[in-house]
């Protein structure tokens, strides 16, 4: 089976900087389209950023400049690096990965790290 490991959450002080992580484990053949979503408390869960399989990169507006996204397919692990962090960008983060095993594509969440900017 596959499962995705998050790691990299907290709490910090606006304009810090923090790096979550998404590690995949299982058995996988090949990994797709990786990305971030994140959900603020009480609103809905929006696309961050993603990366392909060629490493072409899209995010949205309110994090360009600020945020990275990342992947290391021998770790088969993907990266947010988020810089100049703004109280707005409060939310759980979850990865969100396409894979493939045996014969087909599926989609994998992770289980969601709390990302906290206070001061």
């Known amino acids: 089976q596959v499962q995705l490991v998050e790691s990299g959450g907290g709490l910090v002080q606006p304009g810090g900087s923090l790096r979550v992580s998404c590690a995949a484990s299982?058995?996988?053949?090949?990994?797709?389209?990786m990305a971030w979503y994140r959900q603020p408390s009480g609103k809905q869960r929006e696309l961050v950023a993603r990366?392909?399989?060629?490493?072409?990169?899209l995010y949205v507006d309110s994090v360009k400049g600020r945020f990275t996204i990342s992947r290391d397919s021998a770790k088969r692990t993907v990266y947010l690096q988020m810089n100049s962090l703004k109280p707005e960008d409060t939310a759980v983060y979850y990865c969100?990965?396409?894979?493939?095993?045996?014969?087909?594509?599926?989609?994998?969440w992770g289980q969601g790290t709390q990302v906290t900017v206070s001061s």
């Open positions: 299982g058995s996988i053949w090949s990994i797709g389209v």
């Open positions: 990366i392909d399989s060629g490493s072409n990169t």
């Open positions: 969100y990965v396409t894979l493939r095993r045996g014969a087909t594509w599926e989609t994998y």
